[in-house]
């Protein structure tokens, strides 16, 4: 079977088995979407290990790769958008979740504050109860002595 005169072995584009057979695909589905007939020289073409290079295929293929480049960019910009979003959001509750662990500390501290106030107080009630004792032993001496 003759090989296409607007073709190229798929060899020779420095592509892995890979990247050739979704080169094939994308082919073969822009031609499709184009409504161009020639899916059937692409199917020969593709049998034969060869890629079409005709002026119509070429636009094909060129019109659907910038429709999924498009494609791409839209949804690379969405999930960018997405990222941003769900980043400030993050960044929000760890703010809000500072700011209430700040003002849990400034309370804990308040808290510790008023406990070191009343141990002053109690610390000075028992040296009042001390020399109270000092003074009733005093006086209950001076009595025996009287």
């Not at 979704?22 to 184009?34: G, I, K, N």
């Amino acid at each position: 079977m003759a090989s296409p005169a607007n073709s190229i072995p798929d060899t020779q584009l420095g592509l892995t088995q890979a990247e050739i057979q979704l080169l094939r695909q994308h082919q073969a589905l822009a031609l499709s979407q184009a409504g161009n007939s020639s899916s059937h020289a692409v199917s020969n073409a593709s049998s034969q290990g060869r890629l079409l290079l005709d002026p119509s295929s070429l636009q094909a293929l060129s019109s659907h790769f910038d429709r999924l480049l498009y494609s791409i960019q839209q949804r690379y910009q969405s999930l960018t958008a997405q990222t941003q979003t769900s980043t400030q959001i993050q960044y929000d509750r760890a703010g809000n979740a500072m700011a209430m662990a700040d003002a849990e500390i400034a309370r804990f501290r308040e808290i510790i504050r008023q406990i070191d106030e009343l141990q002053v107080e109690f610390d000075k009630v028992r040296r009042i109860g001390e020399i109270v004792k000092g003074f009733r032993a005093r006086v209950e001496h001076l009595e025996r002595r009287i």
